[in-house]
């Protein structure tokens, strides 16, 4: 099988699951449209194009292929769903085995985000 079609197959999985996430909450939107720009730019010119100039994706992969960065407001939203995430959880009274391991995890992630940058001067994705 030709791996323009497998690259090709996993941007299209990755963008509905990015898509998925700008609508439903606890699911992420950028790490997969940042999985499906780079499979796109391995199988479909076309499809890579309309998704870095897409209006409300696109600024948001030029800003992390550009920068490494992550705007403020990406970062603000992605600190409220994880502490959103962990304290359901919490409600919903998971043992504490998960709660510290769900934390952990968290924290992890939420290091890697702060430590970015916030990208350019300007509006941010």
Do not use: E
Request: aromatic share 8%.
């Amino acid at each position: 099988m030709d791996p323009r079609v497998l690259w090709l197959l996993l941007g299209l999985g990755a963008t509905g699951c990015g898509i998925a996430g700008a609508v439903l909450p606890l699911v992420p939107t950028t790490p997969f449209l940042l999985l499906a720009a780079y499979a796109f730019a391995r199988s479909s010119p076309r499809l890579h194009a309309w998704l870095t100039s897409h209006p409300q994706f696109g600024p948001m992969i030029g800003n992390w292929q550009q920068h490494r960065a992550i705007g403020r407001g990406a970062k603000r939203a992605a600190l409220f769903v994880m502490a959103l995430a962990l304290a359901t959880s919490w409600l919903l009274a998971v043992p504490g085995w998960v709660l510290v391991a769900q934390a952990l995890v968290l924290a992890c992630v939420a290091i890697f985000i702060l430590s970015r940058p916030d990208g350019p001067a300007g509006p941010q994705a």
